[in-house]
């Protein structure tokens, strides 16, 4: 029961220093823009925020923000890609309200270059060219141009190009629209008709069967 009490009060007391701490310190409106290193731009979505505090907010769209704070707290501006940024809310202060322009700079982190390479060595690269196995090599003349052999290998394995797919295109639909609305062709005025009908005669094909 003893313990019990001796907790009861050390919390009570803890409580009370805590409330003397927050009537000491007075609430200040904190606000302000945000711009880029240039000052040309305002920069949306910075998280401004009091650490261990649970209190903070973001910029708006134009780059402004506001918040409450108290007098002592140590608000930071952080932003990826963008050097964190803090400022201390003076103590003892006249005034409750603080406006600020914040200007952000960039972070730059400077990499190592990387060279990519299809296989681990170079040696492997080596030995997988010359292992590759053509079906026709490519000829190539001493100006240096290909041989007709080759292109028309490789004009034959291309795909058709746009325009070449465009202009089939139309050549179907006009054939389409003259099939359904164009003339139909008379037959008496063609040779090839004439030429199987003839044919037809010398075979007997239009004598009467038994």
Do not use: C, H
């Not at 402004?64 to 108290?70: I, Q």
């Not at 292992?131 to 080759?150: F, H, I, K, L, Q």
């Amino acid at each position: 029961m003893t313990v019990f009490v001796f907790f009861f009060v050390l919390a009570l007391g803890f409580q009370n220093l805590q409330a003397q701490d927050q009537k000491e310190r007075k609430v200040i409106q904190l606000s302000g823009i945000i711009l880029n290193a240039d000052s040309t731009d305002a920069v949306p979505g910075v998280n401004i925020y009091v650490p261990k505090k649970g209190r903070g907010t973001s910029s708006g769209r134009f780059g402004y923000f506001s918040m409450p704070v108290l007098e002592g707290d140590s608000v930071v501006f952080t932003f990826v890609g963008l050097k964190r940024q803090s400022f201390t809310i003076p103590v003892e202060m006249v005034d409750d309200k603080i406006s600020l322009i914040v200007t952000m700079q960039e972070d730059e982190i400077a990499l190592a270059e990387i060279e990519v390479m299809p296989y681990p060595t170079e040696e492997e690269f080596k030995n997988a060219v010359l292992a590759m196995n053509y079906e026709a090599p490519m000829s190539v003349d001493s100006r240096g141009n290909m041989s007709p052999e080759t292109l028309l290998r490789w004009a034959e394995n291309m795909p058709a190009s746009g325009n070449e797919n465009f202009r089939g295109f139309q050549q179907g639909q006009i054939m389409q629209i003259q099939d359904r609305y164009g003339p139909r062709p008379f037959r008496l005025l063609d040779p090839f008709a004439w030429s199987q009908f003839i044919q037809s005669i010398k075979r007997g094909d239009l004598k009467k069967k038994d």
